[in-house]
């Protein structure tokens, strides 16, 4: 495990999506609508899932195992879910949008930030293929 990746991947995560959920909830007090808020969380919760394992994991690549990339950078996306302040009163991620706030949207946001966020963890962290040649073969 790389102490180094864990904590960036939780700050980065706990950070980009804090200001992700300030900037749904602003822009959605300029709406009526009252679900524009947490529809808007869930899209700009889930860019930062996806973009934030990515920018970080990348260059730990040829510096760590991959089994070290995937412990840290999982253990960070739950550490970051646990600073994330918005979790802590059920409305975090997405699971807002089919239930009301509370320990059940606690849970729910829980498993999907894990699971969107180790999806891309997966993706970026995958082996390239044999077929594929390196970036530095001048063939």
Known sequence: MRPALLAQVAVLTAVTAQLGAFLATLAAQQTTDLGAAPALRTLLVTAVLVVVPWWTVR???????????????????????????????????A?????????????????????????????????????????????
């Open 95 to 139: 699971a807002e949008l089919v239930t009301a706030p509370g320990t059940t949207t606690r849970l729910l946001d829980l498993v999907l930030w894990l699971v969107v966020g180790g999806a891309a963890l997966l993706v970026v962290s995958a082996p390239a293929g044999t077929r594929e040649s390196a970036t530095y073969d001048v063939r």
């Open 59 to 93: 260059p730990w690549l040829l510096r760590a195992t991959r089994g070290q990339i995937r412990l840290g950078c999982g253990l960070g996306l739950a550490l970051g879910y646990a600073l994330y302040p918005a979790a802590w009163a059920g409305r975090g991620y």
